[in-house]
């Protein structure tokens, strides 16, 4: 069966850097897509990046775009996510995702996605 597993979560400072990784197993890899979302307290899960299988295309919300690296290395059967100059706004548990099928121009609803790893908090605090 298809798993996800997101780590790499932790407490950091304004303007400080994380990187999130997303392992996946019981499935071919390099077959699917990968998204990454995250969800606020209060917050409606919102997608955050998005990379093709073979890690040719990739996308960004407005909020992390020039911020935040998506990459994957299908390999290790792992995607990533670089995290810089983070913002207190930034704070959520974020979750890794994918789907057998997932229409680009709609990679940041979170309903097309079946498959979903347990989430890792990033907390950035002062």
């Known amino acids: 069966d298809v798993q996800l597993q997101a780590s790499g979560g932790g407490l950091v400072q304004p303007g400080g850097s994380l990187r999130l990784s997303c392992g996946g197993s019981?499935?071919?890899?390099?077959?699917?897509?990968i998204g990454w979302f995250r969800q606020a307290p209060g917050k409606e899960r919102e997608g955050v990046s998005y990379i093709t299988q073979s890690g040719g295309r990739t996308y960004y919300a407005d909020s992390v775009k020039g911020r935040f690296t998506i990459s994957r290395d299908n390999a290790k059967n792992t995607v990533y996510l670089q995290m810089n100059s983070l913002k207190f706004e930034d704070t959520a548990v974020y979750y890794c995702a994918t789907s057998a099928f997932i229409p680009k121009p709609k990679w940041t609803d979170y309903t097309l996605y079946d498959y979903w790893g347990q989430g890792t908090l990033v907390t950035v605090s002062s």
């Open positions: 019981g499935f071919t890899f390099d077959d699917y897509a």
